[in-house]
């Protein structure tokens, strides 16, 4: 208790790398003597071993004001195309892209391309109808019946686990 009133509780920045607050909060707790760097070192390699080991690799993708997201493929639930860019919803959130629509789904190729504006993750697709396909977090992406077929004749294939 200090003697001269309260101390307001300090903001914890986001991480550089990362831009979470959770990667700084767990540096944070590893950190001694105040040798951050060292920490960061520690923090960083130990997620890169885990990549290694769960061939999970990382895409580098800039929001609109320039902030680095390192994705996990599997992260990605739909691209949309909005304008000249693109938004990228992931399972922990959304953000617009710097990029094109095209770059983006190029640099996921396992994205399923079902209709000129959105791709989605297959496997975070929850559930289909005549006119829409419905992914997690129900947020629903529409779809041409000229594509209904190639597109129900992809998710078969991948519950039937013909695709990775």
Partial sequence: MPRRGNVP?????????????????????????GKK????KIVYGAFDRIAEKTDQRRVEIYDR?????????MD???VEAVGKRSRLSQAYGSFETRAPFCEVVNAFPHLMKVHRSYAVNPA?????DQTSIVMDGDERVPFPKARR??????????????LD
């Fill in 9 to 33: 509780k300090r903001e914890v920045l986001p991480d550089p790398l990362y831009n979470s607050i959770l990667v700084t909060k767990l540096t944070n707790s590893i950190m001694l003597d």
């Fill in 37 to 40: 760097g060292v920490a960061q």
């Fill in 65 to 73: 004001e320039g902030t680095m997201h390192l994705v996990t493929p």
């Fill in 76 to 78: 990605v639930i739909l």
């Fill in 124 to 128: 975070r697709i929850h559930a289909v």
């Fill in 149 to 162: 077929a190639e597109v129900m004749q992809r998710i078969r294939a991948l519950a039937d686990g013909e």
